[in-house]
């Protein structure tokens, strides 16, 4: 009976709770994280937002942070992704939500001095959001909603790669990120340090916090 009655609760909790918002952002908002990881807003248009990664390149994200970058580009290669409209549709963040969308990424790879390769690739993701819980980082210890994301081969349909984002109300961004790719074990991840806001997040203040890590 025990048991029965703390499953109706946390049924419950689920569904009576708040649906998170896509994050709002001020300009100069910074996050800093243990692996050295520093994103700064830069700039804001609708939902695409510059970031720096401090005193280094910058680039541009969708607000739905889950999604890859909207443009991105390398010494050797660049590329633009397109998301399918269904991947908007994860926001605001829910317990139990599930979304499934495609990413297809125009690649141009420099062969040599003058001569460029062409290639699409595309993804098959899906991501759902769990119900929320403690997650202890650096930063201190915050309740977030974990979105896990899978990805799948657009070919095959097997599962090539997992990415875990945990998102606090609180912090208004996420808290830790963790992923696993599936054809050769890696792991890796990152849990924030600090976040920075208003005249706080000054060079000399983020260099100080970067060098005791």
């Excluded at 692996?35 to 807003?41: A, Y």
């Excluded at 599936?182 to 890796?188: E, H, N, P």
Aim: hydrophobic share 40%; proline share 5%; aromatic share 10%.
């Amino acid at each position: 009976m025990g048991v029965l009655l703390a499953w109706i609760a946390l049924a419950v909790s689920i569904t009576t709770a708040p649906a998170a918002a896509l994050p709002q952002y001020e300009i100069g908002d910074s996050f800093i994280y243990d692996n050295g990881r520093v994103e700064q807003l830069v700039s804001t248009s609708a939902n695409a937002l510059t970031w720096s990664a401090f005193e280094g390149r910058q680039y541009v994200r969708d607000r739905n942070f889950v999604l890859p970058l909207l443009k991105w580009e390398t010494v050797e290669s660049r590329g633009t992704p397109e998301v399918s409209p269904e991947a908007a549709a994860l926001w605001p963040l829910e317990p139990g939500k599930t979304v499934r969308f495609r990413v297809v990424t125009d690649v141009t790879r420099a062969v040599k001095e003058g001569v460029d390769r062409r290639r699409r690739r595309a993804e098959l993701w899906t991501c759902r959001v769990l119900p929320p819980a403690s997650i202890t980082v650096p930063a201190g210890t915050f309740e977030a909603l974990e979105i896990r994301c899978e990805e799948f081969s657009s070919t095959t349909m097997r599962l090539v790669s997992e990415e875990r984002w945990y998102y606090s109300e609180e912090v208004g961004h996420y808290v830790s990120r963790r992923w696993t790719e599936l054809s050769t074990g890696r792991r890796g991840g990152y849990s924030l340090v600090a976040k920075l806001q208003g005249i706080e997040a000054n060079p000399r203040r983020i260099r100080n916090i970067l060098s005791k890590l």
